[in-house]
């Protein structure tokens, strides 16, 4: 899909959509806690989508029933084998991987895109070092479970999903698990939103120094009924837009979120100086236009692991603002931008939905129009992107 979207601020009324990363944890959660369990989650994306899949396949039963996903737990951990299609959820793979290593059944799991090609080394090695049978390092990936009760240690400045799907996992195993981190933990707003998740299902974490001990034998108990959180990540967008000169009104936000992204009207407000995105990497592609279109020169870090990504993003946003006249520099962990006027341009998307949402977020910003090649990969995180952003008064032609 292309579109060309022609110059002007947007304005009028957005209601955000829910958390991918949110809905994520909760149907997880609900699969392994015994009943049923009513999450609110008025709309879906490809991602969840797949978490959704996955868990069907494993013997949860989730359906939709109006605004609400309806979760039968009691997921089976022995039975008969499954095969898992991750789609390009990052999350969903990772999240489950480790669950998978709890099972008494074979499991392989596939992804598409560029999932495949995403690394899982960390994750797999401490999962064999802690008895695991693992057959693949990409995908497929097989799992025959096995996994025991021990210390798992990892790189802490890898991904935050290891230590998710670490920590929705090993509450299962017979005996206490210690669970490390052996570098600065980067991300660690998306690991808090996990551990509420748990405290949430009752299962107990303690933390410790560089790490959590996590008991065995502890079993997920449903709340009866859960809400899935409006996306700040997908907000992030209509954030910038105001911050640019829009006048959007966003329904549906939790100002007390442990979601990172929140920190986007914060992050904003330094432009044109230096900018950490260590704890929210999701934010760099929208920040990188913002810095674009601002006075001064802002230097973006802490971005190194957005390489292996959707796409590189750091290379994908480099090459967005350069088509559209402005001035980028790749470092090793960012970006170096020098703000100014865009004139508008053609850009392509890579495949990449947070990559294709910031090219037109920058339009609204250009001297001239700005067609988006590859568009439809913002249907990965938010399907309603270009509806949203047409009923803003934003101006795009579909093709």
Not at 137 to 147: A, H, N, Q, S, V
Not at 171 to 191: D, I, N
Not at 209 to 222: A, K, L, V
Request: aromatic content about 4%; charged content about 20%; hydrophobic content about 40%.
């Amino acid at each position: 899909m292309q579109v060309t979207i022609q110059p002007g601020k947007l304005q009028g009324s957005v209601t955000i959509l829910p958390s991918k990363s949110h809905a994520h944890r909760l149907l997880i959660a609900s699969a392994l806690a015994e009943g049923e369990t009513r999450i609110h989650c008025p709309s879906e994306n490809a991602d969840i989508a797949a978490t959704i899949r996955c868990l069907n396949a494993l013997g949860a039963g989730i359906t939709r029933q109006g605004e609400y996903l309806i979760v039968r737990g009691g997921m089976p951990m022995a039975g008969a084998g499954a095969a898992l299609d991750c789609g390009e959820s990052g999350s969903t793979l990772r999240f489950l991987i480790p669950l998978c290593g709890c099972m008494s059944r074979e499991i392989t799991l596939t992804g598409h895109g560029r999932l495949p090609s995403r690394p899982n080394g960390p994750l797999l090695s401490v999962m064999k070092e802690n008895g695991a049978e693992l057959e693949g390092e990409g995908l497929p990936l097989r799992i025959k479970g096995g996994m025991k009760s021990g210390c798992f240690a990892l790189p802490g400045h890898i991904s935050s999903q290891y230590f998710t799907g670490l920590l929705l996992a090993l509450p299962l195993l017979s005996g206490e698990s210690a669970l490390e981190y052996t570098s600065p933990l980067e991300s660690m707003p998306y690991v808090n939103m996990t551990l509420d998740t748990l405290r949430q299902f009752g299962i107990r974490i303690e933390e410790m120094e560089n790490g959590w001990r996590i008991p065995g034998n502890q079993r997920y108990c449903s709340p009866g009924m859960a809400r899935v959180e409006g996306d700040w990540s997908a907000a992030a967008f209509w954030v910038t837009a105001n911050h640019l000169g829009s006048a959007i009104d966003l329904q549906g936000l939790n100002p007390f979120s442990p979601q990172g992204d929140k920190a986007i009207g914060q992050l904003l407000r330094r432009l044109g100086g230096k900018i950490d995105v260590t704890d929210t990497p999701d934010l760099m592609p929208i920040l990188s236009v913002a810095a674009a279109a601002w006075p001064g020169e802002t230097e973006i870090c802490g971005a190194a692991r957005l390489r292996i990504k959707e796409s590189d993003r750091l290379a994908a946003m480099a090459g967005v603002i350069r088509a559209l006249g402005g001035n980028a520099l790749e470092t090793p962990d960012g970006l170096i931008i020098r703000g100014g006027k865009l004139r508008g341009g053609v850009v392509d998307g890579m495949h990449d939905h947070r990559v294709v949402m910031s090219a037109a977020v920058a339009a609204t910003v250009c001297e001239g129009p700005v067609t988006i090649l590859g568009a439809e990969a913002a249907d990965k995180s938010y399907p309603g992107f270009f509806r949203d952003f047409a009923s803003l008064g934003g101006i795009a032609d579909v093709r």
